[in-house]
């Protein structure tokens, strides 16, 4: 099976800016054609699809980080990153990777397509 590690998360003045990573192990050889997404979860919220990236290297992005998150993905490290640039209070979550191993679904952030999620990383975000 396939198996997914965040880091990067942690704490941070608004405005500013993380890195997160998400590591995949694990039976991972075919991570090239694997749809990866970013979800995040707040205290009291639903699960909120973030961002995502297709093996084609197509992105999509939540409009709530439109324009100030970056998804990109590493298919040799079999690595998954977000960069979170001027970061605001509302963006304090938990952020989880999730993968779908065999994409049959066009471009979108469902989470019922993921059948493989990480133990997320936190990141909180102060006045």
């Known amino acids: 099976q396939v198996h997914l590690a965040e880091s990067g998360g942690g704490s941070v003045q608004a405005g500013g800016s993380l890195r997160l990573s998400c590591a995949a192990s694990g039976y991972a050889s075919n991570y090239a054609r694997y749809y990866m997404a970013w979800f995040r979860r707040a205290p009291g919220q639903e699960r909120e699809g973030v961002a995502a990236?297709?093996?084609?290297?197509?992105?999509i992005y939540a409009d709530s980080v439109e324009g100030r998150f970056t998804i990109s993905r590493d298919n040799t490290k079999k690595t998954l990153n977000l960069e979170l640039n001027s970061l605001k209070p509302e963006d304090t979550a938990m952020y989880y990777c999730a993968a779908d191993v065999w994409p049959r679904t066009a471009v979108g952030l469902g989470p019922e397509r993921f059948g493989y999620w990480g133990q997320g990383t936190q990141v909180f975000v102060s006045s």
């Open positions: 990236i297709g093996s084609d290297g197509t992105t």
